[in-house]
Structures are given as C-alpha cells and as structure tokens.
C-alpha cells in the first residue's frame, strides 16, 4: 500500500495566517524512500509556514512500515499519549487496510505485532536499529541533524550562517550535503503547494542561499559542484570512457543517484559497455595510484549495487501494476474495482496499461483493447468526481464479513448512515440477481436503521 496523506488546515501561531498542507497517516518506505531520510532528519512531523517560514510541529499520529526490515510502527506523539484508547481504532483500521492490499504470501506475523512509540527520537533508534546502526552512529545523525536546524534557522543572515559552518565544517561531509539536498526540495515541495506570499518566497530563497553559500565558500562545496558538473558531463556525452572518467569527481556516496541516471540514460548492453570502460579504466589507475584504484573499486561496487538495486526495485514497480492492472481486466464490474483500488492507481499503473495497449494494438486482440479503453474512460470519470463518503462505505459492506465485519463498518462509519445511504440499499436489495444478495443487503438495511 503506497504512502497516505490527510489534508491538514493550519492556521500559523506566528503570523496568523491560514494554509493547507498535508501530514501522513501511513508511510510506506518501499513505495516513497524520501521518507526514512524525512524522519531521521526529525522533519517529518514539521510544517513550515508558507507565508512567514515559521516552524510548526504537528502532534498528530502516524503509522510507519518497511517490508522489506519487516517493521511496523505506530507513532503516538507525547502530546496524545491520555488519548491512545481512541488512536487504538485508527492505528487498526490502518493496519487493515494494509493487510487488505497484501497478496497472502505477504501478510507476515510482524504486520500483527507492531511496535509502539512516543516520540521521534524512539521512532529513529528503532528505524535505525533494524537497519543495523549502532547507538554511537545514531548519536552522529543526531549531530548532523541538529546542525541542519541551525543551518535553516540561520538563513538570511549569512555572519550566522558562517558561524555555524566554520564551527561544523568538519561534519560537513559529502552524506551531510546529500540530506541537505534532500530537505531543500522538499520545502520547495511545500511551497509550491500553497499560494505562497512574497514574504515566504523571500524566505524559501533564503534558505537556498544558505546551500549556494555552502557550495561558493567551503570545501565540501567545491566537492559538490565537481559532483553536478560530472552528472551533467556523463548525460551529455556518449563516450563510455568520458563517463567512466567522470566517475573520479562523484564521491561514493552518491553511487545510488550516479545508477539512476544511468539507468535512464543507458539500455542494458549500453550499461554493460559502460562498466567495461570503468573496468579498463580502474586497471590503468592501478598501475599509476593503487590507492586511487582501489576508491574506484569502491566506486565501482556501489554503483552496480545500486544499479541492481534500482532496476530491481524497477521491475518489482512494473509487476505491481501489471498485476493491479490484470485485477481490473478481469473483475465484472471495472468501476466499482477501479473505485475500490483508486489509491493505487499511480505510474506504475499508467506504464503497465501502456504497454498493454501497445500490446493489444499490434496483436489485434480486440477485446484487450475494447476492455483497457473502458478502464481508461471509466477512471477518468471516476477521478473527475468526489465520491460520496456512504458510497465507499457501501463498497466496504460489500466486502465485510457477515455478520461482525457489517456490524463493525456501521458502527465505525455512523456518520455516513445518510438517506441516500439507505435509497442505495433499497436499489441493491431490488437488483439483487438471487436471493442470498436481497437478503444480505435487506439484513444490512435493518442493521442501519436501528443505529441512524
């Protein structure tokens, strides 16, 4: 189940303006990566005034999951420790949910047990502990993102700002840089979702210079702009000896974004072509610096790891959708399946129905092709209008266990027991094609009636 998020309305305490922004309810490592990095960096629960640039911590909760360290978490923020009874029914309806939108081969024991904390600190060591960092290597993120903090605070006075780095220059490596990035364009992010006031752009500018600054006045800088000249060298030439060449500019720690414009950029074979260019090369350096030989083996072993990695994770998205996709062709009734897995339609799904109808236009298949234009059609339609709150609340009943899953859905959604809630009921009972269906949605409609 990918990432979820509430819009959240704000009003700022600092200059009493009002905004809208988002704040997750569910966040899933495996479908958005950015997140781990957002909550290492304790900036996951911080909104930022659009409008003054003012820090606002959110007390709400949220539930965190990596299948792949097989850890579930439910974040309960001290603030609303006297309420947890209450976020016990959101904390289990967003475990069903995921448990719901997992093939069985992935519904494991640890989706059952989740751990529970009451603060970010605790929510890091556990996320850090499963990823095998020691305590003392907590403690340096920690440092790294205190630093961070002075670093945005200090924006717009540029004596603070060479302050703060001369005081941590040396923590200033090339990982410290890279999450910098990474907090950057998520504020961009932010910004960029609400009509922004031309104080906050002064501001979001601000905290850009502060990044320029570093990159014009340190030695991490220089490190850095080498870095974004060799990317732009390697996508704009097609020599594999020029790209292998401009791999001595990259730092190793930024293998993992080096892979994924190569593997946009390069086929299969191309890569393959490149490597042995990189392999010829690290044989030649050898002869002259062993020492610089050996970093570009290093160099070496990152890439392809996360070169795997990324093609991996790649095909694991294509067969995601190619099997959301199959689900959809094969279900009798298309709007209500596409209603059904709404949140999960995304560019996966896109790419997946692409190749689809490629596929069925050069096989001549009809019948694919008549089916994949239904499901376009029938999702843009679906998506074009807001869906009425007691309707998803049908389609859930229609797949509740009887008697305790109805009985439950009701009870949970009492709000959504509207008039036209029961005028739809009376429509199923009539057009029910047997009567095991007229008697379910009748038994639905006494069970409402006695809680409306």
């Known amino acids: 189940m990918k990432s979820l998020a509430a819009p959240l309305e704000v009003t700022c305490p600092q200059c009493g303006k009002k905004f809208t922004t988002s704040y997750p309810l569910y966040l899933d490592v495996e479908s958005d990566p950015n997140t781990k990095t957002l909550i290492l960096s304790s900036s996951i629960t911080i909104i930022r005034c659009p409008y003054c640039g003012a820090k606002i911590k959110a007390n709400l909760p949220f539930v965190y999951h990596d299948r792949e360290k097989e850890l579930l978490i439910d974040y309960v923020p001290e603030a609303l420790i006297s309420q947890k009874n209450e976020l016990d029914h959101f904390f289990g309806e967003t475990t069903r949910m995921l448990m719901d939108s997992l093939p069985p081969s992935q519904r494991k024991g640890?989706?059952?047990?989740?751990?529970?904390?009451?603060?970010?600190?605790?929510?890091?060591?556990e996320?850090?502990?499963?990823?095998?960092?020691?305590?003392?290597?907590?403690?340096?993120?920690k440092e790294d993102a205190r630093i961070m903090e002075e670093l945005f605070d200090a924006r717009g006075n540029e004596e603070k700002v060479r302050e703060t780095v001369e005081k941590n220059e040396e923590r200033l490596t090339p990982e410290f840089m890279r999450l910098f990035e990474i907090l950057l364009l998520t504020t961009q992010e932010n910004a960029k979702k609400n009509e922004i006031s031309e104080e906050g752009r002064k501001d979001l500018e601000s905290f850009q210079a502060v990044h320029q600054w570093i990159l014009d006045?340190?030695?991490?800088?220089?490190?850095?702009?080498?870095?974004?000249q060799a990317f732009e060298d390697i996508s704009a030439t097609d020599d594999y000896s020029e790209m292998a060449e401009a791999v001595d500019r990259i730092p190793v720690e930024f293998m993992d974004m080096l892979a994924v414009?190569?593997?946009?950029?390069?086929?299969?074979?191309?890569?393959?072509?490149?490597?042995a260019a990189f392999a010829k090369r690290i044989v030649?350096?050898?002869?002259?610096?062993?020492?610089?030989?050996?970093?570009?083996?290093?160099?070496?072993?990152?890439?392809?790891?996360?070169?795997?990695?990324?093609?991996?994770?790649?095909?694991?998205?294509?067969?995601?959708?190619?099997?959301?996709?199959?689900?959809?062709?094969?279900a009798p009734d298309t709007e209500r399946a596409i209603m059904q897995h709404a949140?999960?339609?995304?560019?996966?799904?896109?790419?997946?129905?692409?190749?689809?109808?490629?596929?069925?236009?050069?096989?001549?298949?009809?019948?694919?092709?008549?089916?994949?234009?239904?499901?376009?059609?029938?999702?843009?339609?679906?998506?074009?209008?807001?869906?009425?709150?007691?309707?998803?609340?049908?389609?859930r009943l229609a797949d509740a266990s009887y008697p305790e899953g109805v009985q439950r859905a009701l009870e949970e959604n009492k709000d959504d027991i509207t008039p036209q809630f029961f005028e739809m009921l009376k429509k199923l009972r009539e057009e029910a094609k047997d009567e095991e269906k007229k008697k379910f949605w009748g038994d639905v409609y006494a069970m409402a009636a006695l809680m409306a």
Do not use: C
């Not at 059952?112 to 890091?124: D, G, N, Q, T």
């Not at 020691?134 to 993120?141: F, G, L, R, V």
């Not at 236009?361 to 074009?384: C, F, G, M, P």
């Open 110 to 125: 640890y989706l059952l047990r989740p751990k529970e904390v009451f603060s970010l600190e605790s929510l890091r060591r």
């Open 284 to 330: 030649e350096t050898d002869k002259k610096d062993p020492a610089k030989a050996e970093l570009l083996r290093k160099k070496r072993n990152a890439l392809l790891g996360a070169f795997r990695q990324f093609e991996e994770d790649t095909r694991k998205d294509l067969r995601a959708g190619v099997e959301l996709l199959d689900e959809i062709m094969s």
């Open 127 to 141: 996320i850090l502990h499963a990823d095998g960092v020691s305590d003392e290597e907590i403690e340096e993120q």
């Open 261 to 275: 414009i190569l593997f946009q950029k390069l086929t299969d074979d191309e890569f393959e072509e490149f490597t």
């Open 217 to 228: 006045n340190t030695e991490i800088g220089k490190v850095i702009k080498e870095k974004d």
């Open 343 to 395: 949140s999960e339609i995304d560019e996966r799904f896109i790419e997946a129905w692409d190749q689809a109808i490629g596929h069925a236009i050069a096989s001549r298949n009809k019948k694919a092709y008549d089916k994949l234009i239904q499901i376009k059609e029938t999702y843009a339609n679906v998506t074009e209008e807001s869906v009425p709150p007691y309707m998803l609340l049908l389609y």
